[in-house]
């Protein structure tokens, strides 16, 4: 062709790489992010070996890599939504050349590129930022969920490990009853049948130590599983945990979830979206732009073909640009379009009443609950056990001087021995209610003065 072996034209070719780089960038002053979202997340967590599996959850969980990755995959079409459509360039060659004053007209070169109307690239970015976060906030919510899933089965591991020990000093102290038991038989104090019925307790407690280390070790692959572990790691026995002291006041937590419970945050993020796909689709009204520029490759003649002078600007190519505008008659299709994002944008709000009454629900029945244990365990604590105490050494002394029998003392240690379990089953369900009490807040709970931190 004629046309490219013009160096003028070979310029235009040049640049067009940059043409369409610059057509394709987002809209100066734009930020395409929508967050960090490797933010950890602040937790309760007294126990080390509690915070060192959360840690390994948070870097390996399968769920918690595939909502980060929604997030990114989010994030990254945030440029998409603000970029230019690509230009388009024809080549034209005429199959009979057109006659000018200044030449034959061979073919040309055109370059287009189409506009949205002003503000629609950046109302689309801040509709994809919007939707972005929403992401964002779900993947923290989902880090939140797994936190919460595996305190829970932790606590439930420490109340297994508090049963362990009650039944090793129940098996203990019913070994202790049954050498008493024995020296007064052999004294002719005391029957074989005591002796007898305390080595049946003492098996019962040994296969009911069984079971529950059967229940440790299932729970133990659980806690394995959700925290990214091998689910053969061996999970050492669980102390003591000490009860940290009451949340603060109901109106503090509800002002804290409205600021960080992530599912309330993703919701109004979705709800701003929603408003801006509004507005972007009432925009469907308005006409788009298009605007081209065309060289046209003019062919010179020789002068000694030509009877009359050549003018001085013969063979010079043309360049004209040209402007277009597109005429939005179909108005139905964009009535449509605006009606289907308005009740987009409705469902967005429900969801987000939705999303607030149930961290209201969880608030205030996490609070219940710890309030409930707490007064349980301080029963326990100030009463039942002591009592328990009490009526377990007396009925010992009397054992030994003959004045009861065996059925009475197991009876008595019994009762002691279900008051510490009962305490134990209460802290374990106040400690989850505090883990159900944070997932709600989606914060680290702050406690009252004088309680673990």
Known sequence: MDLLRRPLFL????????????????????????GPPDSRPDYYAAEPELRRCIESALERHPGLLASRASFEAARVRVPQATALPDPTLSLSQALRRVETRVGSQTGGITLTQSFPWFGARELRGRVALREADARRRLHQADQREVIARIKQTFYELA??????????????????????????????????QGVIRLQTEITRVMDREEQVGS??????????????????????AIAAIPRPGAPLDRERLLDLAEHNRQELLAAAALVRAGEGAVELAALSFKPRFTASLALMNVAGRDPADSPLPLPSDEGKNSVSVSVGVSLPVWKESYR??????????????????????????????????????DEQIALLDRILIPQSEESLHATEAAYETGQ?????????????????????????????????????VGVRVPLAPGGAS
């Open 11 to 34: 310029c235009a070719l040049a640049a067009l790489p940059a043409g369409a780089a610059f057509a394709g960038a987002p809209y100066p002053g734009f930020q395409p992010d929508a």
């Open 159 to 192: 109340f297994l490990d508090a049963t362990l020990r009650l039944l090793a000093q129940e098996r203990s102290l019913l070994g202790h009853y049954e050498t008493l038991a024995r020296a007064r038989y052999a004294s002719g104090q005391g029957r074989q």
């Open 215 to 236: 229940q440790r070790r299932t729970l133990a692959v659980s806690l394995n599983t959700l925290c990214a572990r091998d689910p053969a790691t061996s999970v050492a």
């Open 336 to 373: 449509a379009g605006v009606e289907a994002a308005g009740h987009q944008l409705t469902l967005r709000r429900h969801r987000l009443d939705e999303a607030r009454d149930a961290m209201e629900d969880a608030i205030e029945r996490a609070l219940i609950r710890i309030r409930t244990l």
């Open 404 to 440: 009861v029998g065996i059925l009475e003392l197991l009876d008595s240690e019994r009762v002691q021995l279900d008051v510490l379990r009962m305490r134990a089953r209460h802290v374990s369900d106040s400690l989850i209610a505090l883990s159900e009490l944070e997932r709600g």
